[in-house]
């Protein structure tokens, strides 16, 4: 079982940065797979980010190429979303989740074992 929260969201400027931190429960945190998704007021949660368990293959979703970055700290069980030149269109709840094992749609929801709570990310005008 990995328990998973999510910390850093808030309310920011067009053209603004944040970063988000999901800290994990668990002692075989490096075994898993991380990835960020993102669900705006009436659409389906959307793909963000995915990083592997060791750091060193990511994945992201057009939308957000070139201006977020996943990373991960497995000494410190956390994975962390840098979020740069903000867009209105990025005003989402943001999910981070943990999978166990390698799929191909990693894309998809339900390639992921476990979920935190979500937190809220704002951009305004």
């Known amino acids: 079982q990995v328990q998973l929260v999510e910390s850093g969201g808030g309310l920011v400027q067009v053209g603004g940065s944040l970063r988000l931190s999901c800290a994990a429960s668990?002692?075989?945190?490096?075994?898993?797979?991380m990835g960020w998704f993102r669900q705006a007021p009436g659409k389906e949660r959307a793909f963000v980010a995915r990083?592997?368990?060791?750091?060193?293959?990511?994945y992201y979703g057009d939308s957000v190429k070139g201006r977020f970055t996943i990373s991960r700290d497995n000494a410190k069980n956390t994975v962390y979303l840098q979020m740069n030149s903000l867009k209105l269109e990025d005003t989402a709840v943001y999910y981070c989740?943990?999978?166990?094992?390698?799929?191909?749609?990693?894309?998809?929801?339900?390639?992921?074992?476990?979920w935190g709570q979500g937190t809220q990310v704002t951009v305004s005008s």
């Open positions: 989740a943990a999978a166990q094992y390698y799929k191909r749609n990693y894309y998809e929801r339900s390639a992921y074992d476990y």
């Open positions: 668990g002692r075989t945190f490096s075994s898993y797979a």
């Open positions: 990083i592997s368990g060791g750091g060193a293959t990511t």
